[in-house]
């Protein structure tokens, strides 16, 4: 491998998350990914397929409310670089390489994501100080943990070769499999302290049984189409001629149904307010009054 | 404050900052608290003044924890400027609200569509043209997100014109608004627990020789009763004494470590 082109897949693992966070141009998925390292690697096709394989494997997985996701664009980049480079079978770099990249890159997007909280506390500070210009640059700092978090691994891997990858792939895998398991698990677990965060910002107590309606209507269709999939995949295999296609639950049907109940709370309140003023006050005090009682819980 | 009025030159600079920079300074503790403060801080400074305490007051709002699909960011951005140019500080309640009303359901809505469903369609076209050694698919998809691009830019100026509206001619349906959006904010929240934590119960004991598992046994009773108790968990030490958001992760963090080593837990799927 030439120095150039380690040089260039580096700048381009660390551009690719900061376009996925700011325009999303669409060059950070796996697909395109394999398209830019095949060409700086001389090998397209091989660049493609890789890419295309990893986009399919993916494809659906979103990044919800910041949680972190299987990094397959970094997995693409780097199986690309050593498929290429080294000769692997594109298959072969697929799943010896670039799965089980993507699914470790997962901890440096959470280092990332940690490491910026310091820059948001260095922002209070600033405000106190009526420091505009430090504000802005210390927002912007925040793009350095990000795209070091993709452009060291890459770099590290190009330059110290495939045996590093797979030596430090390996023993995750194999030794510390359990560091490697509970680090998984917690990423997982990760949402749960977001969501626990916006329930003391939102007035929660006084809308709590929308809270206990979201929840069990999700995670009962979920469950139903969960175990209809299941059931579906078991019915093809053993049935050739059985045919059907099962999807996940749609979050945006969930998301409907929370719309349709407050348009109705918005119209029953608005109309409420129309006939009846003084009780339409009360109310709206009390929403005050929550949402003060929320936020003032949270700064604690 | 200053009565001044927000200009297309401003739009423009939101805009830019918002579509550049929105989410550089994404954290577990504010989210993208720091990104909306830094998209609206020069529209902030003319509105308050520099130096007012006003201003450090609206910044300080502005920083906490703020969370929403950078797709749609800039639809609460216009509602909020249009309350704060007309009401200033006296709007602060109301554009606390409205932000945290609106991000939980904006979040579902461009999550599903813009993080999900594009790229889900766009992807598998492009994918399956690249693994036969076509790259066309991947420039259909740049396309396609240049013009999301252009719906992300006029949002902005959109939203505005609807939150003077809503600030002027419809100053009581204002709450209404936030009370409908704040519901929804919360019925999400539901939905996201049941279905963005992704952890079980591993541990299946023998009893009677017969190995349980105590996941089945909880998911007879109501499955997803584990996410819910650790929203709870977390929900109840947020309100201890000298408790931090970080520290919650860091509580969280090491206790899935341990739990998952000693084979308690597990990831779900």
């Known amino acids: 491998m030439q120095w150039w082109q380690i040089l260039i897949l580096t700048i381009y693992a660390g551009y690719e998350i900061l376009d996925e966070l700011q325009i999303y141009s669409s060059l950070s998925s796996p697909v395109a990914a394999g398209l830019i390292s095949g060409i700086v690697m001389g090998d397209v096709k091989t660049g493609l397929f890789i890419g295309g394989s990893m986009q399919l494997t993916v494809l659906g997985v979103g990044t919800f409310g910041g949680a972190s996701r299987i990094d397959a664009t970094t997995g693409t980049i780097l199986a690309t670089a050593f498929a290429s480079s080294i000769g692997m079978k594109p298959e072969l770099a697929i799943s010896t390489l670039a799965v089980p990249v993507a699914s470790l890159m997962v901890q ?36 350095g943990p990000w795209a070091l978090s993709r452009a060291i691994p890459v770099f590290l891997a190009l330059a110290f070769g495939g045996n590093l990858v797979k030596t430090v ?18 990423g997982a ?17 006084q809308h709590f049984p ?34 059907g296609t099962f999807n996940s639950l749609p979050m945006l049907a969930i998301a409907l149904i929370g719309l349709a109940l407050a348009l109705i709370s918005y119209s029953q309140h608005r109309s409420g307010g129309g006939s009846k003023p003084s009780s339409s006050s009360s109310n709206s005090n009390t929403v005050d009054d929550s949402n003060e009682e929320e936020i003032e819980d949270d700064e604690l | 404050m200053t009565n001044y009025k927000l200009t297309d030159a401003d ?35 003319k509105i308050y ?27 609460i951005t216009g509602i909020d400027l249009a309350i704060e140019e007309k009401d200033g500080i006296a709007g602060k309640d109301a554009v606390s609200g409205i932000k945290a009303g609106l991000m939980g359901p ?25 693994r036969n050694n076509n790259p066309v698919g991947i420039f259909i998809w740049i396309i396609a997100q240049i013009l999301i691009m252009v719906f992300r830019w006029v949002q902005l100026k959109f939203a505005y014109k609807q939150g003077v509206e809503l600030v002027t001619t419809m100053q009581d349906q204002l709450n209404a608004i936030t009370d409908a959006a704040s519901l929804l904010g919360v019925f999400m929240v539901g939905a996201m627990v049941a279905s963005m934590i992704n952890i079980k119960i591993a541990y299946t004991p023998n009893i009677g020789g017969v190995a349980t598992s105590i996941q089945n046994i909880l998911d007879t009773i109501l499955p997803g009763l584990v996410p819910a108790a650790l929203v709870g968990f977390v929900y109840w030490i947020l309100g201890k004494k000298g408790m931090t958001s970080t520290k919650a992760i ?15 837990i597990g990831k779900a799927h």
């Open chain 1, 108 to 143: 440096l997007d959470v280092l990332a994501r940690f490491a910026n909280t310091y820059f948001a506390h260095r922002i209070d500070k600033n405000i106190e100080n009526f420091d505009y210009k430090a504000i802005e640059r210390n927002f912007l700092m925040g793009a």
């Open chain 1, 169 to 186: 792939v390996d023993w995750l895998n194999t030794d510390v499999k359990w560091l490697a398991d509970g680090l998984s698990v917690a």
């Open chain 1, 189 to 205: 677990a990760l949402p749960a302290v977001g969501f626990a965060i916006l329930l003391r910002y939102l007035p929660v107590k």
């Open chain 1, 210 to 243: 929308y809270l206990i309606l979201g929840f069990i209507l999700t995670t009962l269709l979920s469950t139903v189409f969960t175990n209809v999939q299941t059931l579906g995949t078991g019915l093809a295999a053993a049935d050739k001629k059985f045919a």
């Open chain 2, 11 to 45: 739009f423009k600079q939101i805009n830019k900052r918002s579509l550049f920079g929105f989410q550089l300074g994404w954290n577990y503790e504010r989210m993208q608290g720091s990104g909306y403060l830094y998209t609206i801080l020069p529209q902030l400074r």
């Open chain 2, 49 to 75: 003044g520099d130096g007012t305490p006003e201003l450090k007051e609206m910044m300080k709002t502005h920083t906490q924890f703020f969370n929403t699909s950078n797709f749609f960011n800039t639809i």
């Open chain 2, 106 to 130: 904006f979040a579902a809505i461009g999550d599903s569509i813009f993080a999900s469903l594009v790229p889900a369609i766009f992807g598998a076209l492009a994918a399956t043209m690249a």
């Open chain 2, 250 to 264: 860091w509580l969280v963090l090491i206790l899935c470590v341990v739990l998952s080593a000693l084979g308690i």
